[in-house]
């Protein structure tokens, strides 16, 4: 490329000095004819020639642009290349642990606890502990399921901090994700027991089977593009209203509105955590076929939907403030988290088709859903604790 590139800039010199030297002689020849013939036809010749050389400036001028082009993008290939061997082992591991991705199971049971707490004034302390490893436990088994099903059909081929491509063993990988999953769902079933809610084993085993559909066979309806849809039904109505009914302390507690509207603002920040996941895999997906949404809308329509869904995220909070669904103090702190909501879509709009830094655009997706979540839960408690002008109950160990 680079050779070719300065070819055509000698071959761009000499030309204008040949073109330097066809005028020369031009002038000459109006020189040798009779001089009102000479002017007339010096005129037209000049005009000629000097559209000519406008013209083949323009396509010198083209061509120098377009080797430019082609130079700068394959100095970007091989920054991107050395970028991507230059990443350490450790560094492979750390995002294949996918620590921060966690928050997922630590928002529901949050959210779901204070919208008891403001409904009955009682916390668990020990149920919420117990609650939250069991969860930890659960969303360990879908990330090591998910990479051992991905590196099944060839969606993680590229992948590089997959647990399988990092360790070599599809089997040992499997057998521990299942081992976590019987152990996670063993923890819940022991807290549901103890609790007396039959309606939360049954809510907390459809959030599972959700999470089963989404990835194992013969389901494996995230490559029909319904991963999202499962994981805001997963981790929105079912988790979060199942850690409510926990947390209540009482067999009889009603589903409230309240815990109805804090289920679906949960459920729609972790499905976007899931959608964004997904903007630097989009060509092994359709190379596999998987045809998440980001596959059938492409980077430049997924940028849109996410700018729609913060869009609708805080419409839906100001709505559920003026119909007086959810406590005043959870939609002033929630308002508060805003910033992050832009820093989210500025972000994704600005680096979609980049696929080194879109990567990052999970991560700031868990950002707004662990402050926004965080700040719909303290809003809760706020409201209990202002309501009743004293302090609240003791926590029960």
């Not at 073109?19 to 000049?46: G, H, N």
């Not at 979609?352 to 839960?377: P, Q, S």
């Amino acid at each position: 490329m680079a050779t070719a590139f300065r070819i055509s800039n000698w071959c761009s010199v000499f030309w204008l000095f040949g073109s330097c030297f066809y005028m020369q002689r031009i002038v000459w020849i109006y020189q040798v004819l009779p001089l009102p013939d000479a002017s007339r036809t010096k005129q037209r010749m000049e005009m000629r020639c000097n559209k000519t050389i406008i013209r083949q400036l323009h396509c010198v001028q083209g061509r120098y642009r377009i080797l430019l082009k082609c130079r700068a993008e394959l100095n970007d290939s091989h920054v991107v290349e050395e970028k991507e061997e230059s990443i350490s082992k450790a560094t492979l591991i750390w995002r294949a642990i996918k620590l921060p991705m966690y928050t997922v199971a630590l928002i529901p049971i949050t959210v779901g606890s204070a919208a008891a707490y403001l409904q009955t004034g009682q916390y668990f302390g020990k149920r919420y502990l117990m609650l939250l490893f069991s969860s930890v436990l659960i969303i360990a088994w879908l990330n090591l399921s998910n990479d051992v099903y991905d590196f099944e059909t060839g969606a993680d081929k590229n992948k590089k901090e997959s647990v399988v491509n990092l360790f070599g063993s599809r089997t040992g990988t499997h057998v521990f994700a299942w081992l976590l999953l019987a152990l996670g769902f063993t923890g819940l079933t022991w807290v549901s027991v103890e609790a007396g809610s039959l309606r939360s084993i049954f809510l907390l085993a459809c959030a599972v089977f959700c999470g089963y559909i989404y990835q194992c066979p013969p389901f494996r309806l995230s490559y029909l593009g319904l991963g999202e849809p499962l994981c805001f039904a997963a981790f929105g109505p079912f988790a979060t209203t199942a850690f409510y009914l926990l947390q209540s302390g009482t067999r009889e507690l009603s589903i409230s509105v309240t815990i109805v509207s804090s289920s679906i603002l949960v459920g729609l920040t972790t499905s976007l955590i899931l959608f964004c996941s997904h903007f630097h895999q989009i060509d092994d997906d359709k190379a596999v076929g998987k045809f998440s949404p980001l596959v059938r809308l492409g980077s430049e329509g997924g940028a849109k939907v996410v700018k729609v869904a913060v869009g609708t995220l805080y419409s839906l909070l100001f709505i559920l403030g003026l119909s007086q669904t959810l406590p005043f103090s959870s939609i002033v702190l929630c308002a508060l988290t805003l910033p992050v909501g832009k820093l989210v879509v500025s972000f994704v709009e600005k680096n979609h088709k980049d696929k080194t830094k879109i990567f990052m655009a999970k991560y700031y997706c868990v950002r707004l859903h662990t402050v926004f979540g965080a700040a719909l839960a303290a809003g809760m408690v706020a409201a209990r604790m202002f309501a009743r002008k004293q302090l609240p109950h003791a926590i029960i160990l």
